[in-house]
C-alpha cells in the first residue's frame, strides 16, 4: 500500500521555526518528485514547495521563499520542509503530495499536520 | 503567476444529475490541467490528470475536456458519495495553482 505519513506539526510563535517530515513507504521512492501542499483553516489549497528525484531541481512559492527550505533523503524515503521566520498566516494544513513525473499532477497524498503560528 | 478561477463557487444537485463544472486558466496552460476532490477532513484525491486522464480508481461518471484556457470536469450522474468540494489546478508552470474551489451540496 502507498502511504505518505507527515509528521512534525504543532503550535508555534511568530518567527519561530519548525520542521515537517513526511515518511514514504510502498514505492519506489527515487521514481518521484514531492511537492508540500498547504490549506489554510476554512480556505483552498496552495502549493509550496517542490523537490525533484534526486533532490536537484527545487522551486518555492513566492509567499515562503527564502524563509521554508525542502529536502529529501532518498536512503529513507522521506522528504522534509524546514519553515523559518514563521508567520500567522503560514497556519495550515500541510500535505506532503507525490507528484507524477510526466504531468506534475499529486496522485498521492499524506493525511496532512496542521501547523498553528500564533502568540 | 497563472491565474485559475473556477465557477460556479458553489452549486446544489440532486443524486442522478448531471454536473459540470468550469475551469478558466489566466494564460494558455495547453492540457496541464488536474482536478481533484476533497471531502471535510480529508486530504485531496486526483481524479482527472493533463485534462481528461481519468486517475485509477476513478469512477468512470468523472470526466474532464479542453485545453489552452478553458477546461470542465463533468460528473455524468452525481452519485451521495461525490458531494464535496472540487479543485482544478494546473501544472503548465510554477508555481502550481489551484482554482478556489467549487462546492456540491445536496439539493
Known amino acids: 500500500e502507498v502511504l505518505l505519513v507527515e509528521s512534525g506539526g504543532g503550535l508555534v510563535q511568530p518567527g519561530g521555526s519548525l520542521r515537517l517530515s513526511c515518511a514514504a513507504s510502498?514505492?519506489?521512492?527515487?521514481?518521484?518528485?514531492m511537492n508540500w501542499v498547504r490549506q489554510a483553516p476554512g480556505k483552498g489549497l496552495e502549493w509550496v514547495s517542490y523537490?525533484?528525484?534526486?533532490?536537484?531541481?527545487?522551486y518555492y512559492a513566492d509567499s515562503v521563499k527564502g524563509r521554508f527550505t525542502i529536502s529529501r533523503d532518498n536512503a529513507k524515503s522521506s522528504v522534509s520542509l524546514q519553515m523559518n521566520r514563521l508567520r500567522s498566516e503560514d497556519t495550515a494544513i500541510y500535505y506532503c503530495?507525490?507528484?507524477?513525473?510526466?504531468?506534475?499532477?499529486?496522485?498521492?497524498w499524506g493525511q496532512g499536520t496542521m501547523v498553528t503560528v500564533s502568540s | 503567476d497563472i491565474q485559475m478561477t473556477q465557477s460556479p463557487s458553489s452549486l446544489s444537485a440532486s443524486v442522478g444529475d448531471r454536473v459540470t463544472i468550469t475551469c478558466r486558466a489566466s494564460?494558455?496552460?495547453?492540457?496541464?490541467l488536474n482536478w481533484y476532490q476533497q471531502k471535510p477532513g480529508k486530504a485531496p484525491k486526483l481524479l482527472i490528470y493533463?485534462?481528461?486522464s481519468l486517475q485509477t480508481g476513478v469512477p468512470p461518471r468523472f470526466s474532464g475536456s479542453g485545453s489552452g484556457t478553458d477546461f470542465t470536469l463533468t460528473i455524468s450522474s452525481l452519485q451521495p458519495e461525490d458531494f464535496a468540494t472540487y479543485y482544478c489546478?494546473?501544472?503548465?508552470?510554477?508555481?502550481?495553482?489551484f482554482g478556489q474551489g467549487t462546492k456540491v451540496e445536496i439539493k
Open positions: 489546478q494546473q501544472s503548465y508552470s510554477t508555481p502550481w495553482t
Open positions: 494564460q494558455t496552460i495547453t492540457s496541464y
Open positions: 523537490i525533484d528525484n534526486r533532490g536537484i531541481t527545487i
Open positions: 510502498g514505492f519506489t521512492f527515487t521514481n518521484y518528485e
Open positions: 503530495a507525490r507528484g507524477l513525473v510526466d504531468s506534475d499532477a499529486f496522485d498521492m
Open positions: 493533463i485534462a481528461s
